[in-house]
């Protein structure tokens, strides 16, 4: 079967859902959107409380694994995705994060991504945002993606930014203001007591038009080519191949995992590793899966006394079953609460000009993951370093599309992380040890108080340490060697195909990922529009 579009939009995550919306705003033109995943419509997405229930999620959730990593004890790291309307804005904590100015006038000069400094990009992130609190010099109140303070806080909450201010990182009024440093509650992408993904805020209100198609369940196999035109996608869905022809582009949104997996099954990648996984290498761009960033994570932890966490115990099972009735008749309640509540940009040791350490706070004792429901009472405090030297890869094994490809981060193979992350570790102890937990703080958990050294503290980061969701440089943009795309974000060596999402970042910026993506988006449909690339 072969159906004809002018744009076919692989992949309906944070940038799929912003490019479909506004390319679809053209009646004269067709869009159509291939997802791997299915429906939106689940509990679990919708309340904010869940968010680790969504990323267990086998159904949500792709489940990709690293391979093993050498400087964390050769543990594999489970990496979650969204596989789902809405990609990983779905299943994740929400955090609206912009990251420093900095970032993206370094994207600029050092990358060579023309157009995409702070002064470019700031009027796309306002174009999208919604902030609830009004606009202002940093932010727009009238955009489709809903974006506010996490309110009410709980107490626990308080006395973080209490804790860290003991430590000298004060409290400040606005994260994606004009300075970084400091704690404030996140910005979240909320609307009321509901998530607000890319999906709800950009996705479903275009999909009302009748120019736009979007196919669920169906995964994409390769990119079709003629010569190096891309003039279409061929995909799978229930059991069969089908095929789609793309009259003007086709658009890879898949992310950091998948829209290189796609390239390299498409034959466009480094040519000796397309060969050993079996794949007839056609255009050779050696940069597609390298460059590989995240963000390494560790979690410190303290056990309460009371009942003031966002805990399960017998105390609290009444409020928990009421708050079920709540969120079904959209009253605020527990579920509606977004957990990870509190955060803080911070310094090193070893720290320029920029905060190079990034907390999030959560007034419950949780797993990693959420790998378990949150038993008992507790405050979590997890700490990440913004700035890794470290790169890894990402290749696939296999011409079938349905084997994950090989993820190899290469976490800490830079001495320089590790150092980082250890201040990062200590200055956590020392916040969850301050007398604004006094009044409620039973035990240390993590780190384990018997370890007092660095590098006992290093032990125990290399037996914990895990990702905190924000892969991306796969298919960096630029002028650089491994640069994959240009900076109108089009594949080198090929006509009618882009790349829009976040393995596009050539240096993770400072902070979560989310809002940058669905600015990248917005960037990149106003140059498809404007044809002016």
Known sequence: MTQVYDYVIVGAGSAGCVLADRLSRDPSVSVLVLEAGGSDKNLLVEAPLMVGQAIASKTLD?????????????????????????????????????GAAANYDEWRDVYGADGWGWDAVLPAFKQVEGRVAGADNWHNHDGPLSVQDIDPLNPLTEAFFEACAENGITRIHDMNGADQYGCSPYQVTQKGNRRCSAAVAFLRPAMSRPNLTVLTHALASRVLLEGTRATGVEYRKNKRTHTLTARREVILSGGAINSPQLLQLSGIGDAAWLREAGVNPLIDLPGVGRNLQDHLDVLGQITTRSTTSLGISPATLGAWAGSVVSFLADRPGLLSTNPVQGGAFFKSSRAGDLPDLQFAFIPAKVAPHGARLPFGHGASLHVCQLYPHSRGELR???SDPAQHPLIDPNYLSDPEDLEVMLDGMQMAREVLRNSAFDFDRKAEIWPDPAYTSRSQLADDLRA???????????????RGELAVVD???KVYGTEGLRVVDASVMPRLIGGNTNAPTMMIATRAADIILSGQD
């Open 464 to 478: 914990r340490a895990e990702t905190l969701y924000h892969p991306v440089g796969t298919c960096a943009m630029g």
């Open 62 to 98: 792709w489940h990709h694994y690293t391979a093993p990593q050498k400087e964390l004890n050769n543990r594999r790291l489970f990496w979650p995705r969204g596989k789902v309307l809405g990609g990983s804005s779905s299943i994740n904590a929400m955090h609206y994060i912009r």
């Open 487 to 489: 900076p109108s974000l």
């Open 396 to 398: 696939i094994t296999s």
